[in-house]
Nanobody, 123 residues
Framework: QVQLVESGGGLAQPGGSLRLSCAAS????????MGWYRQAPGEQLKLVAA???????SYADSVKGRFTISRDNAKDTVYLQMNSLKPEDTAVYYC?????????????????WGQGTQVTVSS
C-alpha cells in the first residue's frame, strides 16, 4: 500500500508564495513520475506540473515561470514552489505518483493520490 501525504497548503496574498510537499511511503520499489494536480470549485481536475525520475519537468501554461516542481528521490518526496500567486490559483492541490511497489512477494504497479491540500490566494 503506497501512501502520499501532502503538506504546505494554506492562505497566501496575491503575489505571495507557498511551498507544497508530498512524501510517498510504503513498500516502494521505484517511483516514476510525480506530479501535482489541482481542482478549483466547479472545475475539472487539471495537471499543474509533473517531474520524471530523471528530472524532466512539464508545466501547465498557466503556471509556467511562476511554479517550480522538484523532487528528492532519496526521500521519495516531491515539492511545488509556488511564487507570484494569483487568486485563480485557488484550488485543492493533489499529489500523484506512479511506479512499482511490493504488494506481496512480487512488485506491482501503483498509481497513488494524496488527500489534497487547500491553497487559497486572497487579499
Amino acid at each position: 500500500q503506497v501512501q502520499l501525504v501532502e503538506s504546505g497548503g494554506g492562505l497566501a496574498q496575491p503575489g505571495g508564495s507557498l511551498r507544497l510537499s508530498c512524501a510517498a511511503s510504503g513498500r516502494l520499489f521505484s517511483i516514476n513520475t510525480m506530479g501535482w494536480y489541482r481542482q478549483a470549485p466547479g472545475e475539472q481536475l487539471k495537471l499543474v506540473a509533473a517531474i520524471t525520475s530523471g528530472g524532466s519537468t512539464s508545466y501547465a501554461d498557466s503556471v509556467k515561470g511562476r511554479f517550480t516542481i522538484s523532487r528528492d528521490n532519496a526521500k521519495d518526496t516531491v515539492y511545488l514552489q509556488m511564487n507570484s500567486l494569483k487568486p485563480e490559483d485557488t484550488a485543492v492541490y493533489y499529489c500523484n505518483a506512479d511506479g512499482t511497489a511490493y504488494g506481496g512477494t512480487i512488485p506491482a504497479d501503483f498509481d497513488a493520490w494524496g488527500q489534497g491540500t487547500q491553497v487559497t490566494v486572497s487579499s
